[in-house]
């Protein structure tokens, strides 16, 4: 296993382009989540997915912003209509979690990013 | 709302030296934290992971400890070397989510 997976690793787009990023995760990991961070500033949660089921989104993720996790193994993020705030470093991590159990000892792993320039 | 803070937000220090890293979280109600080094333009290497019951973990020349009642964990890095620069991030989990300090941005003279 080569750990977190994540392709496209640079992707330079004109605004108002449409652009999906894909992440395949750690095999067996059954949480995958997908992080942004802008130049100095720590990862920010964007949303997260329990096998396929999405579970949670942040309110960063607007209406533009579309993410899937079909049969619970890899997983797309997708960006409509791009703008240039949207210039960032988009990280996806994944984990074990035993079912029912809080997590305390599940350990997040990062891919390397896919780092969008809108232009 | 989850803030996590770190200090220093830059260290500059020549090899060989011992150095501490802090972190500081509002809401002390985590299931873990955990340490991460990012080097430019990469992605996170987890480091430690620190479960909410526990007080402390080591790897190798690292050493991370967590005082939950307090809001705190520190980062020791012992002889420190060139190759350690990098930035090293905390983050603690609540529920599903990590919640990341701004980092601190570590250079190691040789």
């Known amino acids: 296993d080569t750990g977190v997976s994540q392709d496209p690793r640079h992707k330079i787009t004109k605004r108002g382009q449409n652009v999906t990023f894909r992440c395949d995760p750690i095999s067996e990991h059954n949480r995958l989540y997908w992080y942004r961070q802008t130049l100095g500033q720590g990862p920010e949660f964007l949303t997260y997915f329990q096998n396929e089921a999405q579970l949670e989104k942040s309110r960063l993720l607007s209406d533009r912003f579309s993410a899937e996790r079909p049969k619970g193994s890899f997983s797309t993020l997708e960006i409509q209509r791009t703008e240039q705030g949207d210039s960032a470093m988009y990280l996806c991590?994944?984990?074990?979690?035993?079912?029912?159990?809080?997590?305390?000892?599940?350990?997040?792993?990062f891919g390397q990013g896919t780092r969008l320039t809108v232009v | 709302k989850q803030e996590v803070t770190q200090i220093p937000a830059a260290l500059s220090v020549p090899e060989g030296e011992n150095l501490v890293l802090n972190c500081s979280f509002t809401d002390s109600a985590i299931y873990n934290l955990q340490w991460f080094r990012q080097d430019p333009g990469k992605g996170l290497t987890s480091l430690l992971l620190?479960?909410?019951?526990?007080r402390e973990q080591t790897s190798g020349r690292l050493n991370a400890s967590l005082d939950k009642s307090s809001g705190r964990s520190t980062l020791y890095i012992a002889a420190s070397q060139p190759g350690d620069s990098a930035t090293y991030l905390c983050?603690?989990?609540?529920?599903?989510?990590?919640?990341f300090g701004e980092g601190t941005q570590l250079t190691v003279n040789p």
């Open positions: 620190i479960q909410s019951s526990q």
């Open positions: 991590a994944s984990s074990f979690s035993i079912l029912g159990s809080r997590g305390e000892n599940t350990e997040a792993f």
């Open positions: 983050a603690v989990q609540k529920v599903s989510r990590l919640t």
